[in-house]
């Protein structure tokens, strides 16, 4: 199974990501955890990564795609993967719609958690005090960039696999476990 999980940061896509690895057999690929392990280990993307990403900009999408281009061909994947933070533009959307193609895999479901912008704030400046910055961009001034940009650059990804028939939408808004459960009744 190929998934894509959409949401703004905040959402719960990690928390939900987990669950479906586990109760799927899935591989999580997030883009955001990959270029953290990058930009740790100070390689060519890391360094490159590590301003933008403090910042709440995003990395280029050249350089994002190619790492998952990359990554979703390793043996791993074999068994199905959740996109988790990519596609985060219409570009980047587009670039995977045409690697899926050329690697004749297929979406089996892109899934939206929703969420209430003004609860979300509240849950992210939460999350920043929790964890007291062990996120070099979790404080408040760098998660509100980051809602901006998912606005901007993000949103219209939704629109995107809405206008392609594809888009799941889930209440976010709801407790955990109900999210969970609404997520795989969309699976089935
Ligand atoms: P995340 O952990 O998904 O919230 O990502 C953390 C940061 O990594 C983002 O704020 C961006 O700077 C960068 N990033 C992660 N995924 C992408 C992507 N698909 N495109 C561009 N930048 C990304």
Redesign the pocket.
Known sequence: MKLILLGP?GAGKGTQAERLVKNHGLIQL????M??AAVAAKTEVGLM?KD??ER??????DI?CSIISDRIEEPDCKNGFIL??????VT?AEALDKMLLEKSMELDAVIEIKVDEAILLERIEKRAAETGGARA?DNSQTLKK?LE?YREQTAPVSDYYRKAGALNEVDGMKPIDEVSQLIESTLN
């Not at 997030?30 to 955890?33: F, I, K, L, R, Y």
């Not at 988790?84 to 533009?89: E, I, K, M, W, Y």
């Open positions: 940061p997030s883009t955001g955890d270029l953290r990564a933008i990403m709440g900009d995003l990395v280029s999408d994002i988790d933070g990519f596609p985060r533009t980047q961009d980051r940009v």
